[in-house]
């Protein structure tokens, strides 16, 4: 499976932007998907997860009622809306996935499939 990630770009503290993320291949529906980030000089973080059937969702909490996951397995797509941005949200973002049996609490470690990221930086 291939992940490819967009949407990133520079926006001023409060606008909002939207990433996305494509998947490769039919087996999409069978991952649970998320969304991590890495700022400069820090550890990649996790940030928002959903389940593979897109009914259960999981947000870290720096980012709780401002950002917004959703997926579409007919697309194979994947989406995060993200509001109220502020500058500490300023990261490169990455798409990832991993089988569903192993739940919807993703890891950095417990990545299967990483895309390759998008710059999102936010400006006060």
């Known amino acids: 499976v291939q992940l490819q990630a967009s949407g990133g770009g520079l926006v001023q503290a409060g606008d909002s932007l939207r990433l996305s993320c494509a998947a490769s291949g039919r087996t999409f529906f069978q991952y649970t998907a998320g969304w991590f980030r890495q700022a400069p000089g820090k550890e990649r973080e996790f940030v928002a997860s959903i389940a593979d059937s897109g009914d259960t969702t999981y947000y870290t909490d720096s980012v709780k009622g401002r950002f917004f996951i959703s997926r579409d397995n007919d697309k194979n797509t994947m989406l995060l809306q993200m509001n109220l941005l502020k500058p500490e949200d300023t990261a490169v973002y990455y798409c990832?996935?991993?089988?569903?049996?192993?739940?919807?609490?993703?890891?950095?470690?417990?990545?299967?499939?990483w895309g390759q990221g998008t710059q999102v930086t936010v400006s006060s």
């Open positions: 990832a996935i991993r089988p569903s049996a192993f739940g919807m609490r993703m890891t950095v470690k417990g990545v299967f499939y």
